[in-house]
């Protein structure tokens, strides 16, 4: 049914872009709506084991009295956050599809095309900016209010798996869908869609004539950089051009490179009464989906390193659950073989995305 009802709304925003939309809010707390709203915060993980289906009931009744109030940094905070989510985003953005390979293409195509110096930057648009903008879409007063109030309440914890997009975002996923239906409204009265290329709430410029850019959206950390002497970074991806041949060339961003190593150490320290087995499946788990999101990149030495750290990693933790110590702490189970035969992900193995 929430699928019904999100084409449904998908339709009548296509069909009339001037159309202010009435009576959303009660779609919040549908039980249809806010089980599949219950379903996508499990997805992103931290739910506590006392939050259950059968509490639907109590956020559905918050919200129907007009008594819930978010802030107070819950689950149930985050089950509504994505109850307002699957309703405002068929209205807001009905032909919106997100690429993530296909905008790194599209970015490196114009990297190796385009001179001129190139700006990438997060837009976090202004609150009260970003509520006047909605005004014009939605004419329901409640579903205004309970926007406004989340996003007073401050960001909600970015919980993310690994390999998804690492997209700042303001007021967590809401505050990201707002942004990104703010840069939609900027780029139509923008007349140089060849030049840029936007992943959510990221841009990237380039060779545009930039004053005038940053004029319409003001960017106070935004400046030019000439990609040949600089590198940027753009949907988690570090940036540049190779001089001689003007090719652009990226690869996974340090911080992208951090995080990965911090969840592995994570998931490593103690433990020592799992299985190898056991343990293997923990670590596979953010490797295979960071995996799969960097594999797009032709450069896999970032990728090894972190094979070479995971197998160093596991290595510590098999000496701790067998008590050894000193050179030869490696037991042949934790070997490069060994590990490969238990079924650890090796990143530097993963199969190339394809361009085409």
């Not at 008594?67 to 940094?73: K, M, S, Y």
């Given at each position: 049914?929430?699928?019904?009802?999100?084409?449904?709304?998908?339709?009548?925003?296509?069909?009339?872009?001037?159309?202010?939309?009435?009576?959303?809010?009660?779609?919040?707390?549908?039980p249809?709506?806010?089980?599949?709203?219950?379903?996508?915060?499990?997805?992103?993980?931290?739910?506590?084991?006392?939050?259950?289906?059968?509490?639907?009931e109590?956020?559905?009744?918050?919200?129907?009295?007009?008594?819930?109030?978010?802030?107070?940094?819950?689950?149930?905070?985050?089950?509504?956050?994505?109850?307002?989510?699957?309703?405002?985003?068929?209205?807001?953005?009905?032909?919106?599809?997100?690429?993530?390979?296909?905008?790194?293409?599209?970015?490196?195509?114009l990297?190796?095309?385009?001179g001129?110096p190139?700006a990438?930057?997060?837009?976090?648009?202004?609150?009260?900016?970003?509520?006047?903008?909605?005004?014009?879409?939605?004419?329901?007063?409640?579903?205004?209010?309970?926007?406004?109030?989340?996003?007073?309440?401050?960001?909600?914890?970015?919980?993310?798996?690994?390999?998804?997009?690492?997209?700042?975002?303001?007021?967590?996923?809401?505050?990201?869908?707002?942004?990104?239906?703010?840069?939609?409204?900027?780029?139509?009265?923008?007349?140089?869609?060849?030049?840029?290329?936007?992943?959510?709430?990221?841009?990237?410029?380039?060779g545009?004539?930039?004053?005038r850019?940053?004029?319409e959206?003001p960017?106070?950390?935004?400046?030019?950089?000439?990609?040949?002497?600089?590198?940027?970074v753009?949907?988690?991806?570090?940036?540049?051009?190779?001089r001689?041949?003007?090719?652009?060339?990226?690869?996974?961003?340090?911080?992208a490179?951090?995080a990965?190593?911090?969840?592995?150490?994570?998931?490593?320290?103690?433990?020592?009464?799992l299985e190898?087995?056991?343990?293997?499946?923990?670590?596979?788990?953010?490797?295979?989906?960071?995996g799969?999101?960097?594999?797009?990149?032709?450069?896999?030495?970032?990728?090894?390193?972190?094979?070479?750290?995971?197998?160093?990693?596991?290595?510590?933790?098999?000496?701790?659950?067998?008590?050894?110590?000193?050179?030869g702490?490696?037991r042949?189970?934790?070997?490069?073989?060994?590990?490969?035969?238990?079924?650890?992900?090796?990143?530097?193995k993963?199969?190339?995305?394809?361009?085409?």
């Open positions: 049914m929430s699928g019904q009802l999100a084409e449904t709304l998908r339709r009548a925003a296509l069909r009339d872009p001037e159309r202010r939309f009435h009576q959303l809010y009660d779609k919040l707390y549908r249809d709506i806010l089980g599949q709203a219950f379903e996508r915060a499990c997805a992103r993980g931290g739910r506590p084991s006392d939050y259950h289906r059968g509490r639907l109590g956020e559905a009744k918050r919200l129907r009295s007009g008594t819930f109030r978010p802030g107070r940094a819950g689950f149930g905070d985050r089950v509504v956050e994505e109850a307002l989510l699957l309703v405002l985003e068929p209205v807001l953005l009905p032909g919106w599809s997100f690429d993530a390979w296909g905008t790194v293409r599209a970015l490196r195509d990297l190796g095309c385009s001129g190139v990438a930057f997060t837009v976090r648009p202004d609150r009260d900016g970003i509520l006047d903008l909605l005004e014009l879409r939605i004419a329901d007063r409640r579903l205004l209010t309970l926007v406004r109030a989340f996003l007073a309440s401050g960001p909600s914890p970015d919980v993310l798996d690994f390999g998804l997009l690492h997209v700042p975002r303001l007021g967590g996923g809401l505050g990201s869908l707002l942004a990104e239906y703010r840069l939609a409204a900027w780029e139509r009265g923008l007349a140089l869609p060849d030049r840029v290329v936007r992943g959510g709430n990221e841009v990237v410029l380039v545009t004539p930039m004053e850019v940053f004029a959206i960017v106070p950390e935004a400046r030019p950089v000439d990609p040949y002497a600089e590198s940027f753009f949907l988690g991806f570090s940036w540049h051009k190779r001689g041949t003007g090719e652009a060339v990226f690869q996974p961003d340090r911080k490179v951090l990965v190593r911090s969840r592995i150490g994570e998931i490593t320290r103690g433990k020592t009464h190898l087995g056991a343990m293997v499946e923990k670590v596979n788990r953010p490797l295979a989906g960071w799969a999101y960097y594999r797009i990149c032709p450069n896999r030495a970032a990728m090894k390193k972190i094979d070479g750290y995971v197998r160093e990693r596991l290595a510590i933790w098999s000496a701790r659950k067998h008590s050894r110590s000193g050179p702490l490696g042949p189970e934790v070997s490069r073989t060994g590990l490969r035969e238990v079924g650890l992900v090796e990143l530097g993963l199969p190339p995305a394809r361009w085409d």
